[in-house]
């Protein structure tokens, strides 16, 4: 087990993603979860061009050999709701999609992916919608060898009802998906506390598709995301 921290930290400090590898380096860190969903998009939150998208992983990927740095996983951009309507289905299948082939560019074999959200009349329809979702992602996966993992979220932090939130959410949509060897699970500890889950159980529960963890903290009210044992997760 590697465990790294999210590029996504040093986003505020840094202008693109060699100076966010950088700023990890000068403190001795060498293992970075890839986040896509810094640096690839503009100030008004427009995806970069396929030409920049390559220029910045390519970038990434020089920096990391020469600091001796390497992405155990990556997370793709969620900028799109793909529960809102055809028109942002679309669009964050192409947006994860571009990321799953940014993995294969960087030699990472896993990418963390949320779910749709809300808008929907049930739960069954949520878990039909993302089963829909991550089928429209598998064909990239395939190609380029890596797995999506299927993050839970919680309702909280949307404002809305229904999202992933459960292990058994979970494997309802890979059963769905004919349990499909590439499609596994990020258990995030922060999401599970908003609820509050017993993630013992849930995690005992997803088992062996377990293939990451988001480690992080809160108080139960907000997505906080701080520090482990500086707030109520067990």
Known sequence: MKFSVSSSATALIANDTREQIEAFCEVGIKHIDFDFTTSYYNPDHKPCDDETFVFLTDLAKETAKKNNVDFPMAHAPYLWNS????ENFSLQVKD?????KGC????ID???????????LSHDELIDKNIAYFRALLPAAEEYGVTLMIENISELIYGQKFAIQTAE???QVRQG?????????????GHANLAPYDQY??????????FALHMHDNLGNTD????????TVN
Do not use: Q, Y
């Open 201 to 210: 159980e849930n995690l005992m529960l997803l088992g062996e598709n377990v």
């Open 224 to 231: 906080s995301h701080m520090p482990p044992l500086m707030g």
């Open 177 to 189: 998906l004919n349990n499909h060897p590439l499609i596994r699970a990020c258990w995030d500890t």
């Open 96 to 100: 994860v999609s571009r990321a799953i």
């Open 169 to 171: 959410d979970i494997l």
């Open 104 to 107: 294969k560019m960087l030699g």
């Open 83 to 86: 529960n809102a309507s055809e």
């Open 110 to 120: 896993r990418i963390t992916v949320h779910g749709g959200n809300a808008f929907c």
